[in-house]
């Protein structure tokens, strides 16, 4: 199997799970590109090309997911607004810095987002009813949120997006389907500042890139329509679960190199 069939087949699967979850795909596609490809027989796609496939993956799936999760209320201006600028910043950073930094800790840095937000995401919360134009944050709280999402998101190529909805919902207390349709949004400033970096360190494949691009294309409003009709705990399960799966398998290679 070749290597554009194996990053279509992983685009496809994870901008479906961008739009439906709101978590960028990245955490799905990370995984995915690393083992798939030796799985079916494929060559190994460099770790630092899989962030720089992952960012291309976010931003073209964020724009989506963004605008089908809009149309129905879903995201907050004035979070995206307060949090995305700060995020870019932070990820623009985060992706010059990843060109030098060892690929074990690249990983290991994934894992610990992932493993982290995963457990926040399983913690109870107490619903809130509230509609996206009346979500407030305190930005002395948010801001800081923002940086540190943003700078490691750009390291590891995936904005820290699952962080994020854990911080908005437990944190922020902002609604579950609020927080995903604007995690999304977030998420689009950080990716697009950190494509800038990853282009400019020579880690972006530009083949394998269209590829990924054109499937976030196709699936990412399949996603966001499933999304809309399912309750916001259970999308917030089916998160964690994916979220947890991740880290655990690439803390695994991150400490072992296998």
């Not at 795909?25 to 995915?32: A, F, K």
């Amino acid at each position: 199997m070749s290597d554009e069939a194996i990053t279509a087949v992983a685009g496809l699967v994870a901008s479906f799970l961008s739009g439906l979850l709101g978590i960028g795909g990245g955490l799905v596609l990370t995984p995915l590109l690393l083992y798939l490809p030796l799985l079916v027989g494929g060559a190994a796609i460099p770790v630092k090309i899989v962030t720089g496939l992952t960012i291309v993956q976010s931003i073209s799936g964020s724009v989506l997911g963004t605008l089908r999760h809009r149309a129905h209320g879903n995201v907050s201006s004035r979070l995206v607004w307060l949090m995305g600028p700060p995020s870019a910043v932070a990820s623009l950073v985060g992706a010059f810095v990843s060109r030098d930094t060892p690929d074990s800790v690249i990983l290991l840095v994934f894992a610990i987002l992932a493993f982290v937000g995963g457990i926040m995401l399983l913690l109870p919360v107490t619903p809130r009813d509230a509609r996206a134009e009346d979500i407030h944050a305190d930005p002395r709280v948010a801001v800081p949120i923002a940086l540190v999402l943003g700078f490691f998101g750009g390291m590891v190529g995936i904005g820290g997006l699952a962080f994020v909805i854990a911080a908005l919902v437990y944190v922020l207390r902002v609604p579950p389907r609020i927080a995903i349709g604007s995690s999304l949004g977030i998420g689009l400033f950080a990716a697009g500042a950190a494509l800038i970096g990853k282009a400019a360190t020579a880690q972006i494949d530009p083949s394998l890139a269209a590829i990924v691009f054109v499937a976030a294309l196709v699936a990412a409003p399949v996603g966001a329509a499933v999304s809309v009709r399912t309750q916001p705990r259970a999308l917030l399960a089916i998160l964690a679960a994916i979220v947890m799966l991740a880290a655990i398998r690439i803390a695994f290679t991150a400490v072992t190199g296998t």
